[in-house]
């Protein structure tokens, strides 16, 4: 199920939470709507739901307007960070519910819908807890049972909001791959929402970065983190170093020399050279001053659990974070005090905010 959402809009009061939104939602996809609390990521879920209507703009299912279409009717499946399981209800119950209210002309059998049941619990590997009760469940199980309950109705259309929010993080990861899996299985179009970057960029097909009720960029995981439309989405996607600079007759100026940056620089001025800490690249500082073009900083501290590296270094007077693997750690024999240049294999610039 394809979905084009044309320039929604939706205002509570006086206050715009969705302010002309468009957007292609491909079959079979899976979808991120990553953006800060209050973005509006919420609204534009309930409005594909059909649990909400737009003030203006359209939604439609495979180029069928859905205004007229009521939620139950649109074959969409939710799970929602706390879905009120039944609790007074099996976890086999809960499963069930959304087939045995369906119309009495479109309700399975009561033996079809038990071996739907059975099928759904051994796919999400509850298939042992389902006779127990929401309470004797852990977060991760509820969750599970949640989505159970979503697909029972054979949705073509997933739609997650936060599902993992309330899990700690051994359990949001572990859910995180499964539920990749069972999209991938179940050829749905899933659309899910949440404000975790690295969950977004890690599970999703593309990314739609949201703010202020906005689509600030749509892209595949790499195209957002390598190319972020601005320095919202460089900030928003994480690990990133701002270093105040200025930009000089149309040259990015740090302390003086030159950064080469990717795109547009802007107008002269201050500017924040924005620079993610793994295209901060170390060398061996030399006998006497500093190589040309290059800038001179002091290991402040070092973390080298794991495959990575990461290095706090002081760069006169400003932190910088940067990655770099182990194996080069070693060959330039970096610790705490030492020495080092540092340049930048990419950096953007955006003019300083007043
Ligand atoms: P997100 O899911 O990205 O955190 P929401 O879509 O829930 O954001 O909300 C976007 C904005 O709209 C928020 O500022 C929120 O307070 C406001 N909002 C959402 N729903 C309502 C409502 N029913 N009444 C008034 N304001 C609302
Ligand atoms: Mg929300």
């Known amino acids: 199920m394809a979905i084009e959402i044309r320039n929604v809009e939706k205002t509570f009061g006086a206050f715009t939470a969705l302010g002309g939104v468009s957007l292609d939602v491909r079959s079979g996809e899976l979808l991120a709507l990553l953006g800060p609390s209050g973005s509006g990521k919420t609204t534009l879920l309930r409005i594909i739901a059909?649990?909400?209507?737009?003030?203006?703009?359209?939604?439609?299912?495979?180029?069928?307007?859905?205004?007229?279409?009521?939620?139950?009717?649109?074959?969409?499946?939710?799970?929602?960070?706390?879905?009120?399981?039944?609790?007074?209800?099996?976890?086999?119950?809960?499963v069930a519910f959304g087939l045995r209210v369906k119309k009495k002309a479109e309700r399975p059998a009561e033996m079809d819908i038990r071996r739907r049941v059975d099928q759904l619990l051994t796919m999400v590997q509850l298939s042992h807890l389902a006779t127990r009760y929401p309470s004797q469940l852990s977060g991760g199980q509820r969750q599970r049972v949640a989505?159970?309950?979503?697909?029972?109705?054979?949705?073509?259309?997933?739609?997650?909001?936060?599902?993992?929010g309330?899990?700690?993080?051994?359990?949001?990861?572990?859910?995180?791959?499964w539920l990749r899996h069972l999209h991938d299985d179940m050829h749905i179009t899933s659309i899910f929402v949440t404000h975790d970057q690295e969950e977004a960029l890690e599970l999703a097909d593309r990314v739609v970065v949201m703010n202020h009720g906005q689509i600030i960029q749509v892209g595949t995981p790499a195209?957002?983190?390598?190319?972020?439309?601005?320095?919202?989405?460089?900030?928003?996607?994480?690990?990133?170093?701002?270093?105040?600079?200025?930009?000089?007759?149309?040259?990015?100026?740090?302390?003086?020399?030159?950064?080469?940056?990717?795109?547009?620089?802007?107008?002269?001025?201050?500017?924040?050279?924005?620079?993610?800490?793994?295209?901060?690249?170390?060398?061996?500082?030399?006998?006497?001053?500093?190589?040309?073009?290059k800038w001179s900083a002091r290991v402040s501290s070092l973390h080298a659990a794991g495959p990575v590296a990461r290095l706090e270094l002081d760069l006169a007077g400003r932190a910088l974070e940067a990655q770099l693997s182990r194996d080069r750690l070693s060959d330039l024999a970096l610790e705490?005090?030492?020495?080092?240049?540092?340049?930048?294999?990419?950096?953007?610039?955006?003019?300083?905010k007043s």
């Open 50 to 94: 059909g649990l909400d209507h737009a003030d203006a703009g359209e939604v439609s299912f495979d180029g069928q307007d859905t205004r007229d279409r009521a939620a139950r009717d649109r074959k969409v499946g939710f799970v929602f960070q706390h879905y009120a399981l039944f609790r007074h209800m099996t976890v086999f119950d809960n």
């Open 147 to 164: 989505l159970a309950r979503a697909l029972a109705i054979e949705p073509k259309v997933l739609l997650l909001d936060e599902p993992f």
């Open 166 to 177: 309330a899990l700690d993080a051994k359990v949001r990861k572990d859910l995180r791959k």
């Open 223 to 293: 195209e957002v983190y390598d190319h972020p439309a601005d320095s919202f989405v460089f900030d928003f996607l994480g690990g990133v170093n701002r270093l105040n600079g200025v930009i000089e007759a149309g040259v990015a100026r740090l302390d003086g020399k030159a950064v080469r940056v990717d795109g547009a620089v802007g107008a002269d001025g201050p500017a924040v050279i924005y620079v993610r800490p793994h295209q901060v690249e170390l060398g061996v500082a030399p006998a006497e001053g500093v190589p040309e073009g």
């Open 336 to 352: 705490v005090g030492s020495w080092c240049t540092v340049d930048f294999r990419h950096a953007r610039v955006f003019p300083a």
